[in-house]
C-alpha cells in the first residue's frame, strides 16, 4: 500500500517507482570495510550516501533535466562474505556482471575501495577497450598489503591485471617503489595545482581511452570538504574542481562503469554525506545529459 504522505523510498536519489528494465544505470550499494587499514567505518558510506541522496533536488540546473530522466535502478545492499576478502570480490563481480549482460551500467556504492577490483574485473571480462581513471590521495599499487591482495591499498595493483590502461589523479600519498614503477600512469596532487580544471581533464583524456571506468575514493578531495575518509591525506582536491574535472572528462568520453568509495560517515556531520551524494548526482549528469565532443 502506499501511503497518501510518504517520504522518497530507500534507493538512490529516491526515485519512485524504480525499474530495472528501463534503467541505464544500476547502483549496488555494498556496506563492506574488511580490510581497512587506519580507520574503518566505510561500511556505512552507502547507507549515508542514499539517506543523503534522497534528500537533494532531482533537477540538474545546469543541465535543466531531472536526474530520473537517466533511469536509474538501486539493487538492495549486497551482503560481504565474513569467509574472505577475495570472496567479497568474486560476489560483487558476479553482481557487476549481470548488470553488464542486461547491457547496464554498474555503479558501486562503498564501502572499501577494493570494490573497486569486482567491477573492473567484470567489465575487462566483456570487452577491454577502456581506461580506469583513478580519483584517489594514495596510489594504491601495493601488491599485498596487510596479508591481503584484495587490501584498499592494493586496488590499482589489481585493476592493471585486469585492464592495462589506467591513470590516477590527484596522488599525494605513494610508497617508493610504486613511484618507481608507475609515476607515469600518475598525475601527482603536486602538479595540478597550477592547472585549470579543463586543462587536467585534457592531460587525463590523452592518457586514456574513449570508454572509461571511474573510481573516486573520497579521499580524493580536500579533508576540509570531506573528513569524513578513513586515511586522510591533506592538500587534496576541491568539490568543485572534481566536479569540472569530470564535465569536461565525460564531454568526450563513455562511462562504462564506476565506484564511489570509502565514505566512513562521522556521526553529526551530515554535510560530507550530502558531497558525495552530490558528486554521484553531478558524475552521472555529466555523462548523460552533455552533449558528446
Ligand atoms: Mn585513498
Not at 534503467?23 to 587499514?37: F, G, L, M, N, Q
Not at 538492495?76 to 557487476?96: A, F, G, H, R
Not at 570508454?211 to 580524493?220: G, P, Q, S
Request: proline share 5%.
Amino acid at each position: 500500500m502506499k501511503l497518501l504522505h510518504q517520504l522518497p523510498p530507500y534507493n538512490l536519489f529516491g526515485i519512485e517507482d524504480q525499474d530495472f528494465d528501463s534503467a541505464k544505470v544500476v547502483a549496488i550499494p555494498v556496506p563492506y570495510d574488511s580490510t581497512t587499514s587506519y580507520k574503518s567505518g566505510s561500511r556505512d558510506g552507502p547507507h549515508a550516501i542514499i539517506e543523503a541522496s534522497r534528500n537533494i533536488e532531482l533537477y540538474d540546473e545546469e543541465y535543466k533535466r531531472e536526474i530520473t530522466d537517466i533511469g536509474i535502478y538501486t539493487t538492495d545492499e549486497m551482503q560481504p562474505s565474513v569467509n574472505s576478502p577475495e570472496e567479497t570480490i568474486n560476489w560483487l563481480e558476479k553482481e557487476c556482471s549481470l548488470v553488464i549482460e542486461a547491457g547496464k551500467i554498474p555503479v558501486i556504492i562503498g564501502g572499501e575501495h577494493s570494490l573497486a577490483i569486482a567491477n573492473i574485473r567484470a567489465i575487462a571480462k566483456h570487452s577491454n577497450d577502456f581506461s580506469v581513471i583513478h580519483f584517489d590521495a594514495h596510489s594504491d599499487y601495493r601488491d599485498e598489503y596487510m596479508g591481503s591482495r584484495y587490501s584498499h591499498a592494493c586496488i590499482m595493483a589489481r585493476a592493471k591485471e585486469a585492464c592495462k590502461s589506467c591513470y590516477s589523479v590527484g596522488v599525494r600519498s605513494i610508497d617508493a617503489e610504486s613511484a618507481k614503477k608507475y609515476s607515469d600512469d600518475i598525475l601527482y596532487m603536486k602538479d595540478m595545482r597550477d592547472l585549470s580544471a579543463k586543462e587536467i581533464a585534457s592531460m587525463i583524456s590523452k592518457r586514456t581511452k574513449k570508454n572509461i571506468y571511474i573510481t573516486i575514493d573520497m579521499d580524493v578531495l580536500d579533508n576540509g570538504e570531506m573528513p569524513s575518509v578513513g586515511t586522510p591525506e591533506p592538500n587534496g582536491i576541491r568539490f568543485a574542481e572534481l566536479d569540472a574535472i569530470l564535465k569536461n572528462l565525460l564531454m568526450e568520453k563513455r562511462l562504462v562503469g564506476a565506484d564511489f568509495c570509502e565514505l566512513a560517515p562521522i556521526p553529526g556531520l551530515i554535510a560530507p554525506n550530502f558531497l558525495a551524494a552530490k558528486l554521484i548526482f553531478r558524475a552521472l549528469g555529466h555523462a548523460f545529459f552533455q552533449k558528446k565532443r
